[in-house]
């Protein structure tokens, strides 16, 4: 497997990505500035961390989305190879096109940074089959505009294709429907607001992530 992590300007999760992945997987991942246009030759997995891209100016991940090397990452993504963004990540996705939906401002209007717990609302996808029977991890949440919102037509699609695969079991940000994490109708990509890459080590005593690295590993074979 090969892994690459892109970098953008105001990514501040950019390593804890790729020590996870080197940790979960063995795989230590290529750290791709953004403005390049070509991922390393034979990538299967992306990951778009967490930080504030660009600023967060404009909106969040809006800015980002339109970096040269986000054509690159939807090729892959349109030749099946995975992509996971986390965070700022998901907010990049949504803005690319990549996923439906917007990241808005929280309900609370305030910053929130927990530990959050949450559901596995489809534990056979990529993203979540390393945890086998567990139907509920924690993982924390730090985000202003982790709220996610998409229109009654799309949350009920999201719905009828299980799409959602994460949900929240407190809704610290209002999201709609409890919405943590979701992927697109191939099951390839996903966006999640929760941090894996916080909560996969465990010197630290915090492994709820582990498995989702693990889940990208093995999909990826």
């Avoid at 054509?71 to 099946?80: E, I, P, Q, R, T």
Wanted: glycine share 12%; proline share 6%.
């Amino acid at each position: 497997m090969k892994a690459a992590v892109i970098v953008f300007p105001g990514s501040n999760c950019d390593r804890d990505c790729a020590t996870s992945m080197e940790r979960v997987a063995g795989v230590a991942p290529a750290m791709v500035w953004h403005a390049e246009t070509e991922l390393p030759a034979g990538t299967d997995v992306v990951i778009l961390p967490g930080g504030f891209a660009h600023g967060d100016y404009l909106r969040s991940g809006a800015m980002a989305a339109r970096s040269p090397i986000m054509g690159a990452v939807k090729k892959l993504a349109d030749d099946g190879g995975l992509v996971a963004g986390i965070c700022n990540g998901f907010q990049v996705l949504t803005e690319c096109g990549l996923l439906p939906g917007a990241l808005m401002r929280n309900a609370s209007m305030r910053y929130i940074c927990k530990d959050t717990p949450l559901a596995i609302a489809n534990g056979n996808t990529a993203f979540t089959r390393a945890y086998r029977d567990a139907r509920e991890t924690v993982m924390p949440v730090g985000n202003g505009d982790g709220r996610y919102f998409a229109d009654p037509e799309t949350l009920e699609r999201l719905e009828m294709e299980d799409r959602i695969v994460f949900r929240y079991l407190d809704n610290p940000n209002g999201s709609a429907g409890d919405i943590a994490g979701i992927m697109n109708d191939r099951g390839n990509v996903l966006g999640i607001m929760p941090h894996p890459d916080r909560c996969a080590d465990p010197a630290l005593g915090r492994t709820g992530g582990w498995a989702f690295f693990q889940s990208l590993a093995e999909a990826a074979g």
